[in-house]
Nanobody, 118 residues
């Protein structure tokens, strides 16, 4: 199992920025894809952004042009830079790792709260 630790959440005003970090317990070069999901109260967990081991990225339509996912292989860390934040971005953000070790695995971090409010 890959341990994932998120950080960087907090309270920010509309229009502001935050950067989330997700650090894995092992080399992310061995992980097929890492992503950020979010879940707001009463809603299902949804994909926000994903990056593969080949650096192919994928974004939800609602965050395209505002959020950027990136990775630092040397630090085993994936980042989510969130700009132009809106109140509707308020949610718990979860880091996710998908990898294959004789079968597919999906591991989750504990989540970090992001609140966008004036």
């Amino acid at each position: 199992q890959v341990q994932l630790v998120e950080s960087g959440g907090g309270l920010v005003q509309p229009g502001g920025s935050l950067r989330l970090s997700c650090t894995a317990s092992e080399s992310i070069l061995s992980i097929n894809a890492m992503g950020w999901y979010r879940q707001a109260p009463g809603n299902e967990r949804e994909l926000v952004a994903q990056i593969t081991s080949s650096n192919i990225t994928n974004y939800a339509d609602s965050v395209k042009g505002r959020f950027t996912i990136s990775r630092d292989n040397a630090k085993n860390t994936v980042y989510l830079l969130m700009n132009s934040l809106k109140p509707e971005d308020t949610a718990v953000y979860y880091c996710n790792a998908i990898y294959y070790r004789s079968k597919w695995y999906r591991d989750w971090g504990q989540g970090t709260q992001v609140t966008v409010s004036s």
